[in-house]
């Protein structure tokens, strides 16, 4: 397998799963950091136990399109997998390159993509996605509306809807929660008819940018009748201007802004919170692909509130809500029925954490992906035999 994706400490967990089934002899390459712009990876090696983790030069690290791995050539003809598993999307250089590879040592190959939003590109990355359809042997996508996409562009292969990654239940639990400070964790509310209440913790994960709707997280939150706090954890370009935001606001006492931390720190951040927001707003090159954080939170028994943005409905499905895209009002009358209503949480984080077990464990995912390189191993031995077959008929002659 070939995946910047496992740098990503978390993310190794699915290798273990897959390790762990019978007749699977994993190897996987990864570069040793990824330099996103917004948030740069280094590898953090975490879950490496039953596969080989080989750590290789990457270039152009950070370009999505144009990265690829000079030494990946003697990799591949060290090891001759029998599968290619290709952690990348098919309009990719590096996509392109394991392909070419994959193909020359007879490797099966399989092709990962989130893309949910039809886009053509120009060459030369229109012709290396052409040529990546046409010879992959499975597509796997992580949402429906990539699966809509491929098909709309030709693809009439073998492809499956399996997420690039899960959780493991026995890391992502609800771990005992840490002891609030500063302000008081009981609110008496102006509203005579409303009853005292606990502080609502509310939480965002992920990157400090406009597409992201932190922004209308802040106004929604400044609006609500009650106590709560919000903690924003992760960086980017907008945290500056985010933070001027809260103060200007009002809301800077209770509003949290806290730096990144590693993946395998996340579980005690989430048993932190009672609500997690992911407001997503759609932008003419980007829509929310999957929002890992919400699986990761409803594994801490934490209740999820999502945009209608992108594949945000489709993994929250019924064990949390979701409003309007860009819709503050409709975000802040959710916000409230939580605060309002504990019971509703309650059934929301046994809903959540019900939904991760039956749909979103590594292992569940890690099996579902060995399933499908079977798959097609099982095709192409059906195949060779066939050709064997029919080739030894037609030598056959009578003699007389």
Known sequence: MLSKACVVGAYQKKLEE????????????????????SAPTRLEKVHTEGYELIVTKIIFNGHFHLHFYPNLKKIVQQVRPD???????????????????????????????????LKHYPPPFSLMERYVLNRTDALLVGNSEAAEVWRRKGYRGLMRLIPQFGVDPTIYYRHERPMRRGRMSVFKSRHANRPTQPTLVI???????????IELLLYAVSQLAGPWTLQVLGSGPDKERLEKMAHWLGIAPRVTFMPWMPSTHLPNYFSGLDVLVLPSLTRSNWKEQFGRVLIEAMACDVVVVGAESGAIPEVIGEAGLTFAENNVEELQDQLQLLLDDVDLRERLRQKGRQRVQENYTQAAIAKNTVNIYREILDHQRVKNEWATKRLNRDNTFDVK
Not at 203 to 213: A, F, S, T
């Open 18 to 37: 897959m390790a762990a089934i019978p007749d699977v002899d994993l190897t996987v390459v990864v570069p040793p950091l990824w330099a996103d712009s």
């Open 83 to 117: 599968v290619f598993h290709i952690d990348e999307e098919p309009y990719n250089l590096a996509t392109f390159q394991a392909m070419r590879l994959a193909q020359q040592v007879g490797a099966r190959k399989v092709v990962f993509s989130w893309q949910n939003m």
């Open 203 to 213: 939480g965002y994960v992920g990157r400090l940018v406009e597409e992201k709707g």
